[in-house]
């Protein structure tokens, strides 16, 4: 069974730096993509970074160059992986609930979130000033 749990969420003020952790286990299928998405009161979840099992990368035009997301272990392991998403120079239109989310299709498929089959409980981020 896939499990997804995300930490790392708090205050910041902005201009600041926060980095989000995934702890994801019961994954190991040679494709697919992990990702991270964000809802903030009133809008529509928002996928804002994905990671293929190759280490492509995606963003959404509104994080890019701003957010990083990596993965710990060079490969996929069905004893876990941890996926970070590093927020750098963070602005208020950040502050949102994060998620992340688990997928076998690969990320270049898209990061709707209709498609994403397996969620975490995710962790809010809060920026100020």
């Known amino acids: 069974q896939v499990s997804l749990v995300e930490s790392g969420g708090g205050s910041v003020q902005a201009g600041g730096s926060l980095t989000l952790s995934c702890q994801v286990s019961?994954?190991?299928?040679?494709?697919?993509?992990i990702a991270w998405f964000r809802q903030a009161p009133g809008k529509e979840r928002e996928g804002v970074a994905g990671?293929?099992?190759?280490?492509?990368?995606?963003?959404?035009?509104?994080v890019e160059g701003r957010f990083t997301i990596t993965r710990h272990s060079a490969k996929i392991s069905p004893y876990g992986q941890t996926v970070y998403l590093q927020m750098n120079r963070v602005e208020p239109e950040d502050s949102a609930m994060y998620y992340c989310?688990?997928?076998?299709?690969?990320?270049?498929?898209?990061?709707?979130?209709?498609?994403?089959?397996?969620w975490g409980q995710g962790t809010q981020v809060t920026v100020s000033g």
């Open positions: 989310a688990a997928d076998t299709l690969e990320c270049r498929y898209g990061l709707g979130a209709d498609r994403f089959a397996h």
């Open positions: 019961g994954y190991a299928y040679n494709s697919g993509c």
């Open positions: 990671l293929d099992n190759d280490g492509s990368a995606r963003y959404s035009k509104n």
